[in-house]
């Protein structure tokens, strides 16, 4: 036994120590967070039927998915959605941060309503909203009606099927967005609004050339986390369009359709999955470098 | 903002030093002005404008955030050929509580909200567990590769979701080097919560924060980590952990992906994949339906009310700084 310093073996225990804490939960992180990422890329090349072992085929998977017209059409829908999504599920509740912030009653009821949907389960909201939808004695309709303005189909057009599923989305989720956008504003210095309406900048000036300036990084941050929440979309397309719509299909839902309904082809799903997370990947990286440059 | 596959932002909470005045000060002044000055406000048409602005920004919310859940609860009260009828009634006629009984009884959803709650409470233990273990761990005990293992483990946070759905799926189907199978056991859903990257990231920033020379000197009395941690950290620590639990109960009970995935026997299901099974296998009447969706709305929203404060002061307090 090699003799050990004093001071060797104190540091020694003092690791052993440290890694049983971290041990479970490490263990955890390993298998199922770092194995299946490196196993996942694996998988892609491989043909899986859990009968004999796995067998690689190179880059097949890939290629059946470039020859799989459904492939692109999710792609494109996946592309629409986070298009749209940008356009309300982003500019609203920006909107809506900078209008409450200038209110001075009802504070806490408004901040309550706007958070109010992120606590339902988001099966509820979409389950509920399908009956909205419902082109026949659905709400939205009989509003519709009532005002004398045209009635939709909503998600059973093809027109109409992407932007329905945003805007229950936006409903659902843009409580967090505000309420972080108000954080944001209220750490803005009033000083900063003081001095441009003394140099006679109008409201409109104030938030062009102050807030906006000011959110600058809040914005930045929210757009990327949300341009890659939303291309994972799955929930509103799966349950309120079923996973066979061309209109409605996204990335997700594919990948979904491929591993665990038409194709039980694990091989396939994976290589979408890939797909999905280099396109994730590689936008992250540019927009994170477009960003720092735009200072 | 459509954020799905996400917890809500960083909510960094206050250090538990000094700091804190300072910072309250800061914000009790600039909350004193904002775009418009209070001046503008309270000048003649300033004033009718902003009582207009109010009252429209009252009756949208109210109607936009409130509504939908008035007509989801009033739907299951209304007779079911009243709920059938074209044009729908916005004030129920008829009042039964039959379609929450039958919800209740025939979907079988005690069975559902119970496997949800007891999910929930395993991951919240788990997580918590294991969490504050790896996040003590590299604030305090500073182990030799500490900074590779954060790296690997913020680096996870960067991972999509998605990109590790079907091989994490395989991997519970069977788990290497002990061969089990974990489908449609609550394993499925508590192991894979401990990788929470996020979590443990809120905590370990927030044990930065407490003097290490307070641990030194529990050490110095003779306390071992675990004393130490148990006696010393998780005390200070108490904000901390109840945002980190709140946030671990609301996400277990809204995910839906990997619960579908991993549970797969009826009996096993939460209730949110347990509803969506419902709606596509069964016939159900729409007003069983709509009583089944109050009904699995209620928890998530007793606990809303309960910690609001906490929850929506959270999120302000901290979100994204800039």
Redesign the interface.
């Known amino acids: 036994m090699v003799a050990l310093t004093a001071r060797t073996r104190r540091r020694l225990a003092d690791n052993a120590m440290a890694y049983a804490f971290m041990a479970g939960g490490l263990v955890c992180f390993a298998l199922f967070s770092w194995y299946p990422l490196v196993r996942g890329v694996i998988l892609s090349f491989q043909q899986v039927n859990f009968v004999t072992d796995p067998i690689w085929v190179g880059f097949d998977n890939y290629r059946v998915l470039f020859n799989d017209p459904l492939f692109f059409t999710a792609w494109r829908n996946t592309v629409l959605y986070t298009g749209l999504a940008l356009l309300f599920g982003y500019a609203v509740p920006f909107a809506v941060a900078v209008l409450l912030n200038e209110l001075r009653h009802f504070k806490g009821y408004l901040r309550f309503a706007v958070y109010l949907p992120i606590m339902l389960p988001p099966i509820v909201v979409v389950l509920l909203w399908q009956y909205f939808y419902d082109p026949g004695n659905g709400l939205f309709n009989t509003v519709l009606s009532g005002l004398h303005l045209p009635e939709s189909q909503w998600t059973q057009s093809p027109r109409t099927a992407m932007l329905s599923l945003v805007l229950v989305s936006t409903w659902a989720n843009m409580g967090g967005a505000t309420l972080i956008y108000l954080a944001a504003l209220q750490n803005i210095p009033g000083e900063l609004y003081e001095a441009a309406e003394i140099e006679g900048a109008s409201v409109w000036q104030r938030l062009r050339h102050v807030t906006i300036p000011q959110m600058r990084f809040v914005l930045l941050v929210m757009m990327l986390l949300q341009i890659i929440a939303t291309m994972q979309v799955f929930i509103e397309p799966f349950q309120m369009t079923g996973t066979s719509n061309p209109d409605t299909i996204t990335v997700m839902v594919l990948v979904y359709r491929y591993a665990f309904t038409v194709n039980q082809d694990f091989g396939l799903a994976a290589a979408m999955s890939v797909l999905l997370f280099v396109v994730l990947a590689a936008f992250s990286a540019i927009y994170l470098r477009f960003a720092r440059n735009v200072d | 903002?459509?954020?799905?596959?996400?917890p809500?932002?960083p909510p960094l909470p206050q250090p538990p030093a000094p700091p804190r005045r300072r910072r309250a000060r800061k914000?009790d002044?600039?909350?004193?002005?904002?775009?418009?000055?209070?001046a503008d406000?309270n000048r003649g048409s300033g004033r009718v404008v902003?009582y207009v602005?109010?009252t429209a920004?009252?009756v949208v919310?109210?109607l936009?955030?409130?509504f939908?859940?008035y007509?989801?609860v009033t739907?299951a009260v209304k007779e079911p050929q009243e709920l059938?009828?074209?044009?729908?009634t916005f004030v129920p006629e008829s009042f039964t509580v039959d379609a929450y009984v039958d919800a209740w009884n025939e979907l079988q959803l005690p069975r559902f909200l119970f496997n949800t709650a007891f999910y929930a409470a395993g991951a919240w233990l788990?997580q918590l567990?294991?969490?504050v273990?790896?996040a003590?761990?590299?604030s305090k005990?500073?182990?030799?590769f500490?900074n590779v293992?954060l790296a690997?483990?913020l680096g996870?946070l960067?991972?999509?979701?998605?990109?590790?759905?079907?091989?994490?799926?395989?991997?519970v189907t069977d788990?290497?080097l002990i061969g089990v199978n974990l489908l449609n056991t609550p394993w499925a859903l508590w192991?894979?919560a401990?990788?929470n990257?996020f979590n443990?990231y809120v905590l370990k920033r927030f044990f930065d924060q407490i003097p290490t020379d307070l641990l030194d000197s529990a050490s110095l009395d003779g306390a071992g980590?675990l004393r130490t941690l148990w006696h010393i950290v998780l005390p200070l620590s108490r904000p901390v952990l109840g945002v980190v639990s709140i946030f671990i109960v609301?996400a277990m009970?809204?995910d839906?992906?990997w619960p579908l995935?991993v549970l797969q026997e009826p009996d096993s299901q939460t209730?949110?994949?347990a509803?969506?099974r419902l709606?596509s296998t069964a016939r159900i009447s729409?007003d069983q339906?709509?009583a089944a969706?109050v009904l699995?709305?209620l928890p998530?929203?007793a606990?809303?009310l309960a910690f609001?404060r906490s929850?929506?002061s959270g999120?302000?307090?901290?979100?994204?700084?800039?």
């Open positions: 903002m459509t954020i799905t596959a996400r809500p932002a914000l002044h600039s909350s004193t002005r904002t775009l418009i000055s209070a406000l902003y602005v109010l920004v009252m919310f109210t936009a955030f409130f939908p859940l007509w989801m739907g059938a009828q074209t044009p729908p788990f567990t294991f969490g273990g790896i003590y761990a590299l005990l500073r182990p030799m500490g293992i690997m483990i996870s960067m991972l999509p979701a998605t990109a590790l759905l079907v091989p994490a799926y395989l991997t788990v290497p192991l894979p401990v990788a990257a443990i980590r609301i009970w809204k839906f992906l995935l209730i949110s994949v509803l969506s709606n729409i339906m709509l969706l699995a709305s998530m929203l606990v809303f609001q929850i929506i999120l302000s307090a901290g979100g994204i700084k800039g």
